[in-house]
Structures are given as C-alpha cells and as structure tokens.
C-alpha cells in the first residue's frame, strides 16, 4: 500500500466506510485466549474472587468478549474452551483440578463463553464490499506576491 490506496469495507447499500481490519488467526486467538485466561486467574485471587461467583464468570465473560471481538469466528469454540479450563480448574476446583459438576451446569458455562466470544466475532463476517479510495492532496496555496 505504499501507492497511497486505502482499503475501507462498507455494507452494501450503506454510506459509512470503516477502516478494513484484520482478524486474529486461530492459534494467536488460542494462545492469547490461554494466556489471558492465565492471567485473570491470579488478578481473581488478589481480588478474593477465587470462588465460583458471578464476578469471576462475568470476568471470564468479558475476556471471551474481548478476544472474540478481535478474531475469526471460527475461534469462538477455542477461546470458549480456554476460558473453560481455567475457570474449572482453577475457580470452580482449585489448584489445577478439573472436574465435572454438572452436565447442565458444565454446558451452560461453557456455551455461556462460546457464545459471548461468537457473538463478538460475528460483526467480522457480515457482508461487507471493499472500497478504495484514493487520499485527495490539496494544492498548497500560493505565497502572497
């Protein structure tokens, strides 16, 4: 792009141009997803959420939201599952043990994060047309005579 062409998408039939963004691959969702997940576990701790309250599976919630609105759709289940292992393993169980309370409850927390993360991924893949667009220059005015 070194030609000055800018690539914006917009929606067909609509007037608004957003700059053209691009998506994180799986295995960086994956990774960032493991280490966020990773690292919200101690930020619970020094809080004293170290339990299964509705503050640490909102925060959970939120870190699935934020990853998600910057991948692929695609990564929804992989980020869903980071979460998942680390709020079990550490929230709900304790010290790195997971375990299967139960089937209703296991689902739901774990659709819980995979929807968050999918609903924030999906703006990504509405349709959308590209649009290049050429910067205008100005001509400097004139000096004074």
Do not use: K
Request: glycine share 12%.
């Amino acid at each position: 792009m070194s030609d000055g062409l800018r690539l914006y998408r917009a929606r067909p039939g609509g007037r608004s141009f957003r700059p053209a963004t691009r998506r994180l691959p799986l295995g960086a969702s994956l990774a960032l997803a493991l280490g966020g997940a990773a690292g919200l576990v101690p930020a619970l701790a020094l809080l004293g959420e170290q339990r299964a309250t509705w503050f640490a599976l909102g925060a959970f919630a939120v870190g699935c939201a934020v990853l998600g609105a910057n991948s692929r759709p695609s990564a929804a289940p992989l980020i869903a599952g980071a979460a998942w292992l680390f709020f079990n393993g550490f929230v709900i169980h304790r010290h790195a043990v997971l375990g299967w309370s139960s089937t209703g409850g296991e689902c739901a927390r774990l659709g819980l994060f995979c929807s968050v993360a999918l609903i924030a991924a999906l703006p990504a893949v509405w349709p959308r047309r590209t649009v290049r667009t050429l910067p205008v220059v100005l001509p400097e005015p004139l000096p004074p005579s």
